[in-house]
């Protein structure tokens, strides 16, 4: 089991930046993909970002490419997402998910993670709000 505990959720306006934090109560760098997901009310939930092997290999969504960065510090089992450039779209309950598939390099990975059912633990996710 991992417990997750998210922080670093907020309202701010259209271009500003937010940082996220996910706490992991073990480590899972080293075994399996963490990542970051979202839901917007009436929306299913999206795959936003995701890292294996402390950055070894990474994930994002099309929507958040060269605006989101995830990053992982292994001595603090903390998972981060660094967000700039926020856009009112990106307005969301942002979740943290860990024990997800590792890569195969095949070319699959990047489906894979992106799918919120392919991680078995979750956070109980942080509000992040962007106004025009």
């Known amino acids: 089991q991992v417990q997750l505990v998210e922080s670093g959720g907020g309202s701010v306006q259209a271009g500003g930046s937010l940082r996220l934090s996910c706490a992991a109560s073990r480590d899972t760098a080293n075994s399996d993909s963490m990542g970051w997901f979202r839901q917007a009310p009436g929306k299913e939930r999206e795959g936003v970002a995701a890292?294996?092997?402390?950055?070894?290999?990474?994930y994002y969504a099309d929507s958040v490419k060269g605006r989101f960065t995830i990053s992982q510090d292994n001595a603090k089992n903390t998972l981060y997402l660094q967000m700039n450039s926020l856009e009112p779209e990106d307005t969301a309950t942002y979740y943290c998910a860990a024990g997800g598939p590792r890569p195969l390099y095949d070319g699959t990975w990047n489906a894979r993670v992106s799918q919120a059912g392919n991680f078995r633990y979750w956070g109980q996710g942080t509000q992040v709000t962007v106004s025009s």
């Open positions: 890292i294996y092997a402390i950055g070894r290999d990474t």
